[in-house]
T-cell receptor, first 115, second 113 residues
Framework: AQSVTQLDSQVPVFEEAPVELRCNYS??????LFWYVQYPNQGLQLLLK??????LVESINGFEAEFNKSQTSFHLRKPSVHISDTAEYFC?????????????FGSGTKLNVKP | DTEVTQTPKHLVMGMTNKKSLKCEQH?????MYWYKQKAKKPPELMFV???????INESVPSRFSPECPNSSLLNLHLHALQPEDSALYLC????????????FGPGTRLTVL
């Protein structure tokens, strides 16, 4: 089974500063990679995904992530954060087994953007 | 319609009550999922329905009973719950069981007194 590691449980950062949220997973055999964002008392919203093709994927609100197969990583970056980016971010890996895709979530990283 | 809806948003119940959570999607997805999320933790998979049939039960206690009456609707029946079952219950769907992307609903916040 997969394991997904988000080493940083909390990341404090000042507004307009760059940020990187790290995600590593255990195996790169037939995996798909996702970042979800969760605002307080809400469900999960898909931020971006890597299914195939270009290893650099971008979201509409300025986040990007790069699939690095050799390092089994999918780190999330934003060059300049806003207060509204304060939320919990979950990295997820989807692995196909027996014609079924199972999600493995990391433990989450709380991004706290300060003014 | 490109979203997963869940009702109710909040639910408070006693340990002897029977209640149900409802999840609905009209995207033509044929796989639906229930997750449980405790505070400050990632979601944990509970059940998977594939083409309206229960495919995966992640050793969930029998006080949780899922039901998939049709391809758009997923229920979670609750009976004799414990306070430690208090959590955010998330529903998700995907186009097919073998396809990667899952779409999540907003969740039902359950409190068991």
């Amino acid at each position: 089974a997969q394991s997904v590691t988000q080493l940083d449980s909390q990341v404090p950062v000042f507004e307009e500063a760059p940020v990187e949220l790290r995600c590593n997973y255990s195996s790169s055999v037939s995996v798909y990679l996702f970042w979800y964002v969760q605002y307080p008392n809400q469900g999960l919203q898909l931020l971006l995904k890597y299914l195939s093709g270009s290893t650099l994927v971008e979201s509409i609100n300025g986040f990007e992530a790069e699939f690095n197969k050799s390092q089994t990583s999918f780190h999330l970056r934003k060059p300049s954060v806003h207060i509204s980016d304060t939320a919990e971010y979950f990295c997820a890996v989807s692995e196909t087994r027996n014609n079924f895709n199972k999600f493995y979530f990391g433990s989450g990283t709380k991004l706290n953007v300060k003014p | 319609d490109t979203e997963v809806t869940q009702t109710p948003k909040h639910l408070v119940m006693g340990m002897t009550n029977k209640k149900s959570l409802k999840c609905e999607q009209h995207m033509g997805h044929r796989a639906m999922y229930w997750y449980k999320q405790k505070a400050k933790k990632p979601p944990e998979l509970m059940f998977v329905y594939s083409y309206e049939k229960l495919s995966i039960n992640e050793s969930v206690p029998s006080r949780f009973s899922p039901e998939c009456p049709n391809s758009s609707l997923l229920n979670l029946h609750l009976h004799a719950l414990q306070p430690e079952d208090s959590a955010l219950y998330l529903c998700a769907s995907s186009l097919a069981p073998g396809l990667a992307e899952q779409f999540f609903g907003p969740g039902t916040r359950l409190t068991v007194l």
